[in-house]
């Protein structure tokens, strides 16, 4: 019988290269934008079948302001247009979902969005789903130290946004980077690059990501038990 495979209890995506996609195909990077959305709750929905825990997904950062006026519009108003959408259908999925990054720059629209989708899934017991919008992790990273009185470790932990480590990192479209991600809770994940674009990355692209992930070797600085000298 196949030996059972180990799921990571949270895994994190930099969903890049909705643009290249649509690039490809002769077609505007919004809509690029608008499959890499919907790939998001596939990829999402399945991971939670495959009963993962947690997972982070990057969906706009800090420094994706600095993109084209009507790009930065797209990506704050298409949230808006698609979960609205769906909502009935997220909100009775087991899923529960948090926003994790600023609430100070977007609209009030998108916080009215957001607070209504951590209301009404936050009762569920199934996969927790960090949409790291508007998210960077220097901008995290300060405002946990911000909050610090007794200045440990842990203190520390709990006041950053996303508070469980990070077991496996995937980043798709082929770039080999972190982009200001993550960066305290990805201190020991395992990290997977593809160079399949985000809105071609299959429920099977996912899939290959967690077997690799299992064929390495964790040791948290350690050395194997066998390799111990009697
Ligand atoms: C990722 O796709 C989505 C966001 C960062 C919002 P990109 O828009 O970065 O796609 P490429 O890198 O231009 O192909
Ligand atoms: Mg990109």
New binding site residues.
């Given amino acids: 019988m196949a030996k059972e495979l180990v799921i990571p209890y949270h895994v994190a995506i930099i ?7 649509a690039k490809r195909r002769k077609l505007p ?1 919004s809509t ?2 608008y499959f ?1 959305g919907m790939n998001i709750a596939k990829i999402v929905s399945y991971a939670n079948d495959l009963n993962v825990k947690e997972m982070t997904v990057f ?3 800090t420094e ?1 302001w600095n993109r084209p006026k009507d790009e930065v519009d797209y ?1 704050m108003s298409a949230p808006l247009d698609i979960v609205k959408k769906h909502i009935d259908k997220i909100t009775t999925s087991n899923i529960k979902i948090k926003f994790v990054g600023r609430r100070t720059k977007i609209s009030n629209d998108l916080i009215a969005l957001i607070n209504e989708l951590e209301l009404k899934t936050k009762n569920n017991s199934g996969l927790l789903l960090n949409v790291a919008f508007d998210y960077g992790a220097y901008d995290e990273i300060i405002n946990a130290i911000t909050l610090m009185k007794d200045k440990t470790i842990e203190e520390f932990e709990k006041n950053l946004m996303v508070k469980t480590p990070v077991d496996l990192l995937i980043r798709t ?1 082929g770039e080999t980077r972190i982009s200001n991600f993550l960066l305290w809770q990805i201190s020991y994940a395992e990290i997977y690059f593809t160079k399949k ?2 809105p071609a990355f299959s429920k099977r692209d996912f899939l290959k990501a967690i077997k690799i992930y299992n064929k390495k070797d964790r040791r948290f600085g350690k050395i194997k038990e066998k390799e111990k000298e009697k």
Avoid: K, M
């Fill in positions: 969903a890049d290269g909705n643009g290249r996609w990077r690029g934008h890499g969906t706009f950062s994706n990506l479209s674009h985000w």
